[in-house]
């Protein structure tokens, strides 16, 4: 079996709309072959599958290729129409349907789309399984079709919103409630535009809606988390508590504290272990994150006597090492926030309720509770290459070592080549910004008189 990657990239298949590899034609197949392969040949029983989707406009499009593939290989079909990626996780194991789909590009604009698979325990796709898919995606699967009488059906699920709702709700402290603060909600105009607003209503507080009207093309356009600055904007000019912004699909989530502040994923990483330590659940005292992650998270988190694993650049590698390990608290600092005892993927609604259960506990403002660590200075800067990878060759080796132990443990350097782009990513992170700027400069130069050849 060949381990080259046409489909699939980091998160599922991602690309723009109608052209390949996000087309019918594709989608179609790819439901017939995810069906063949999660089907149990010698299990008679009927297969479900639970699709949903965010409201970008190409949705309705891929959703009726799926269901045909899905239909066609014998698998019965479960719709439950825009839904957090995070829900469909949820909702695939609550149901004990075969596997899930979301159909989301997640913080991309309107016209991308994406495909993302989840197993039957609400977890992502492993490698082997997607490159399984690959090479049924590439074959004549005509031959392996379900017979006439063995088709599949399709259903609505009618109350998935409010399945949801209530496990989102089961994450907040029963002893708290939202009655004293005002939170303004950005929801990206995407998947948890009802949902989210709805829970954190049920709870009690005053909500103030941004990003709620979608039409299928305002999908994370100038709001959500990749654009806070309308949020922040909001919270100010209604003198609210807090800010939640989501993205898409509803899978990250970043705050903004009562001064306008954006509080990204790393500060909200600190804020849940801290509190979760001091009530005594998180027994083994790891939090797994990225590469990327802030060296002050990792400094603050040693000071509570908590460790910080990182693992590369994706959620699905911060999973991978949780469930390794058995940790309980994961994310990036973009805005992923993994808590296994909610959920097994990414989930934004409740990352946020989690902090707000402490700014009720507390009774400070967010702007003191989401303050945990002083950031050190970072700076990520991109060069583009063309050729071979510049990563290999010895003068950026030599140079990166030099770097380092001139940084010594006071800074660190992440060198990555872009999964989707022909692009060296250079992070630098140090005590002064100088440092910073000095080392990038420097490396960054190094890698660009690299060869061609």
């Known amino acids: 079996m060949s381990n080259q990657r046409v489909f699939f990239g980091t998160d599922g298949i991602r690309g723009t709309a109608n052209t390949n590899p996000m087309t ?5 197949k790819l439901g017939q072959a995810v069906g063949l392969l999660f089907k149990n040949e010698g299990d008679k029983r009927r297969h479900q599958v639970l699709i949903g989707k965010d409201t970008r406009l190409s949705c309705y499009m891929i959703e009726s290729a799926l269901i045909a593939g899905f239909l066609s290989a014998g698998m019965d079909v479960i719709v439950v ?8 996780a949820m909702l695939t194991r609550s149901l004990r349907a075969d596997l899930g789909v979301m159909i989301s590009a997640s913080h991309n604009p309107y016209y991308d789309n994406g495909i993302k698979i989840f197993d039957r325990e609400g977890f992502k796709l492993s490698d082997a399984q997607e490159i399984e898919i690959e090479t049924l995606l590439q074959s004549d699967l005509s031959h392996r079709l379900a017979k006439p009488e063995q088709i599949g059906r399709a259903v609505r699920l009618d109350d998935a919103a409010g399945r949801y709702i209530e496990h989102a709700k089961a994450s907040f402290p029963r002893q708290y409630r939202l ?14 535009y009802k949902v989210a607003p709805t829970a954190l209503w049920e709870l009690g507080a005053e909500v103030i809606s941004l990003g709620c009207t979608p039409n299928g093309f305002n999908i994370n356009d100038k709001c959500g988390s990749t654009h806070p600055q309308a949020l922040s904007q909001a919270v100010i000019d209604h003198q609210a508590d807090i800010g939640i ?3 898409g699909d509803a899978d990250r989530m970043l705050l903004v504290d009562e001064t306008g502040k954006v509080i990204d994923g790393d500060q909200i990483l600190a804020v849940i272990a801290s509190s979760w330590a001091q009530k005594g659940y998180l027994p083994n005292k790891h939090v797994v994150a990225t590469v990327m992650s802030n060296m002050g998270l990792e400094r603050f988190l040693n000071s509570q ?3 910080l ?8 590698y911060v999973v991978e090492k949780m469930r390794e390990l058995g940790c309980m608290i994961g994310g990036e600092q973009s805005g992923h926030m993994v808590l296994s005892n909610f959920s ?16 009720v506990e507390k009774q400070e403002k967010a702007s003191v509770v989401c303050n945990m660590f002083d950031p050190f200075p970072q700076e990520l ?17 030599k140079a990166l070592q030099d770097v380092e132990e001139q940084l010594g443990k006071d800074g660190r350097i992440v060198l990555r080549k872009s999964g989707t782009e022909p692009l060296i990513r250079v992070m630098a992170e140090a005590k002064e910004y100088t440092t910073v700027d000095h080392v990038l400069t420097h490396l960054c130069k190094v890698i660009q008189d690299v060869p061609k050849g």
Do not use: W, Y
């Open 381 to 397: 800067r991109n060069i583009r290459f063309q050729g071979k990878d510049p990563l290999t060759h010895e003068s950026v080796k």
């Open 245 to 247: 912004a989501l993205d």
């Open 305 to 307: 006597n908590i460790d």
């Open 344 to 359: 097994t993927t990414g989930d934004g609604v409740i990352a946020a309720l989690q902090v707000l259960a402490v700014l």
């Open 81 to 88: 129409g825009p839904m957090p990626t995070p829900a469909i």
């Open 24 to 28: 019918v034609e594709v989608a179609q």
């Open 179 to 192: 009655n004293r603060l005002k939170i303004v909600i950005d929801c990206a105009n995407g998947a948890a």
């Open 309 to 316: 694993l990182r693992t590369r650049v994706g959620d699905r």
